[in-house]
């Protein structure tokens, strides 16, 4: 007997969620924005976007006879695929990279279908965690978060750009983007590849220090030094540390505004208030 299924839209003054009942459980997809202060321009292209999504999560629970699919068709790949048939307000998206295993992420669809990996705004998400957390992924995809080192494989396997999107202490913006960016598999301990090459920023390039590494966390030392970088300088945040870092320390203690704190290293420690990361697949021929 076929697996019942139902759909059903709640909406209230925080917005609208929508509920896939898959035999006793659901998936709620919240708006990313309050429905109810929408105006009149935009309230086509966001119920558009919503309709995007209730479609994707439809497919997500299509079942042939009592056989599960182990690859989800119609998926879209990340978040330039859906900009690229039309979509164009910012929001959670559920992608599939590779066929397999669908996963929600949030998308910057205002500057081109960038798909976000990791966001800091308010520390409202600890991001002193052990490996298995870095791995799978923790936070919300609407706010803080750091999207998980599998998910991020599948998304870079084949190559992709990288975006910092930095915000001062003082208000003022920076960024960097590097157009050749891989996260290796688990077997390598989701090793890093980043190319400086065709480098676009506005401050000094940096991440490539990071090149050919391992991921690092408190409780798995994989840096290049002889002492434990995350540990002993980052406050316990995850990254490709090197010895130790120059763009590394971006997953450290919201506000600290010393090492330790979110920031990066050029002669000194530079304290940041926000950062945004996303990937995106790399333009042309490779």
Request: with cysteine; net charge negative; hydrophobic share 30%.
């Amino acid at each position: 007997m076929a697996t019942e299924r139902f759909l059903i839209a709640v909406f209230s003054i925080f917005g609208i969620c929508v509920y896939f009942v898959y035999g006793n459980s659901f998936v709620c997809l919240p708006s990313s924005d309050n429905w109810y202060a929408m105006s009149e321009n935009n309230t086509n292209e966001r119920l558009q976007a919503l309709e995007e999504q209730v479609k994707q999560l439809q497919k997500l629970l299509q079942t042939d006879g009592a056989t599960k699919h182990t690859t989800i068709e119609g998926v879209p790949s990340d978040c330039e695929e859906i900009y690229s048939s039309g979509i164009k307000s910012d929001g959670v998206y559920a992608i599939s990279p590779d066929g397999r295993c669908p996963f929600f992420v949030y998308c910057d669809m205002q500057n081109g279908g960038w798909t976000i990996i990791q966001r800091r705004l308010d520390g409202r998400v600890n991001f002193y965690k052990q490996w298995d957390a870095y791995v799978t992924g923790f936070g919300n995809v609407e706010r803080e978060h750091w999207l998980g080192l599998e998910k991020i494989h599948r998304l870079t396997r084949d190559g992709a750009q990288i975006y910092f999107d930095l915000q001062n202490w003082d208000g003022s913006k920076s960024d960097a983007h590097y157009k050749v960016f891989t996260v290796h598999g688990a077997s390598t301990d989701y090793s890093m590849n980043v190319n400086a090459h065709g480098y676009q920023g506005s401050f000094k390039e940096l991440f490539s220090y990071h090149d050919n590494t391992k991921f690092s966390t408190y409780d798995r030392d994989n840096d290049a030094s002889s002492s434990n970088c995350c540990k002993d300088y980052a406050d316990g945040g995850g990254w490709w540390y090197k010895a130790c870092y120059r763009l590394g320390m971006v997953n450290g203690v919201y506000g600290k505004k010393e090492e330790g704190g979110i920031g990066y290293w050029d002669t000194k420690f530079i304290p940041l208030k926000s950062v945004t990361i996303k990937v995106k697949k790399i333009n042309g021929v490779c």
